[in-house]
Structure formats: structure tokens, C-alpha cells
């Protein structure tokens, strides 16, 4: 069975600060792809990134950096220096080598001015 | 990249009338076509399947009947939301994979669904 996992469900955080998004999946596949996305008010998914089952290497841009640990099966997202215009819903997603995108709950992130 | 464009963005009707959604990939062919359907604080979740030029498979709970899914070409997916009701007020989203079999899924931007 296929599951993401994002256990925290709203996060505040002042200006600046940073800030760490968990995702946890279960999959008993191989081969996946594991997504973040971004969803501001508006609606529309951002695209955020995408990283395989077979790559662990730590990705960073910009003000965002992403964890990938199989071991754990865990896909953080940080994001340092948060900005007011980060205030979102931010979904990790599965997607196994079938056709099916497997959503988590979402996180809802507010950063305060 | 590639671009999915969804029409209407915003409709509200009311209730008993059908309203119909499209769903465009714009610079690639996409045998392959999701419909999700994300109520208010919640995640996306998957209704449908739709495969160019065969019937769609809808997941458990989705009434086929009600939610019409045509897959005309490879670059237009239809959903026809039947005698809507005010609780299928929602957001829907379509997605489609690219013919060529590249690794994801590209998202178009949503349809906000209102049934007064």
C-alpha cells in the first residue's frame, strides 16, 4: 500500500525563522518519485520538486533544501529565512510506477511578518 | 515545461444543471489524464482515470454516472459534473501524463466549482 504521511498540519512561524516540513511514505515499490508542491490561495499547485527512489543526494535552492532519507522514508522540505509570501499549503506526494499521485494531508504554513 | 490548462477557472451554477470542465494539454500528448477533486483544508483526491479513446476508471466512491469523463484526443480530457448539487461544490483539478512515459504528472490549475 501506497501512504504520505504529513503529521503537522498547520505551522506558524515569524518572519525569518526557519522551518521544517515532515513527510513520511510507505511504498513497497523500488522505483518512486517522491514530489513537493506548493499551493498558495489561488488554488494552483507550484511545482517545488522531484527526486527518485534511487537518488538520495540532498537537494538545495535557494532558500529551500530537501532531506531525502530512505532509511527513514523520509522526504523533509526546509525552508530558511521564511518569507511572508511562503504562507501556504504545502503537499508531499508519492508517485509509483503506476498511474496514481498519492497526496499527504498537506502542511498549512503561515509565516507572521 | 509543459503546461496543462484547465476551463472554466470559476463557475458557479445552480443546483440540478451540469456543468462541464475541460482539461488541455497544451505542448504535449497526454494518453493519460487525471481528475481530482480537493474539498476546502483537505488533500487532493484521485476520482478518476481517463484514458484517450477508452472509458474511464473511477475510483471507489466516485459516481460514474454523475461525473462524466470524456478523453476525446490526447490533448483534451472533459469531466461533466451531472445535476450538481451544492455538495459538489469543490475545487477539481485534472492532471496528465505525457505520452512519452516521462517520469510525472503535470497539474493544471484548478476549476472552482459553486453550486447554489
Known amino acids: 500500500a501506497q501512504k504520505v504521511t504529513q503529521a503537522q498540519t498547520e505551522i506558524s512561524v515569524v518572519e525569518k525563522e526557519d522551518v521544517t516540513l515532515d513527510c513520511v511514505y510507505e511504498?513497497?515499490?523500488?522505483?518512486?518519485?517522491l514530489f513537493w508542491y506548493k499551493q498558495p490561495p489561488s488554488g494552483e499547485l507550484v511545482f517545488l520538486i522531484r527526486r527518485n527512489s534511487f537518488d538520495e543526494q540532498n537537494e538545495i535552492s535557494g532558500r529551500y533544501s530537501w532531506n531525502f532519507q530512505k532509511s527513514t522514508s523520509s522526504f523533509n522540505f526546509t525552508i530558511t529565512a521564511s518569507q511572508v509570501v511562503d504562507s501556504a499549503v504545502y503537499f508531499c506526494a508519492l508517485w509509483n510506477t503506476g498511474n496514481q499521485f498519492y497526496f499527504g494531508t498537506g502542511t498549512s504554513l503561515t509565516v507572521i511578518p | 515545461g509543459a503546461v496543462v490548462s484547465q476551463h472554466p477557472s470559476r463557475v458557479i451554477c445552480k443546483s440540478g444543471t451540469s456543468v462541464k470542465i475541460e482539461c488541455r494539454s497544451l505542448d504535449f500528448q497526454a494518453t493519460t489524464m487525471f481528475w481530482y477533486r480537493q474539498f476546502p483544508k483537505q488533500s487532493l483526491m484521485l476520482m478518476a482515470t481517463s484514458n484517450e479513446g477508452s472509458k474511464a476508471t473511477y475510483e471507489q466512491g466516485v459516481e460514474k454516472d454523475k461525473f462524466l469523463i470524456n478523453h476525446a484526443s490526447l490533448t483534451l480530457s472533459t469531466l461533466t459534473v451531472t445535476s450538481a448539487h451544492p455538495e459538489d461544490s469543490s475545487f477539481y483539478i485534472c492532471s496528465a501524463r505525457d505520452v512519452l512515459g516521462v517520469e510525472t504528472q503535470y497539474f493544471g490549475p484548478g476549476t472552482r466549482l459553486l453550486v447554489l
Open positions: 511504498t513497497r515499490d523500488t522505483t518512486y518519485y
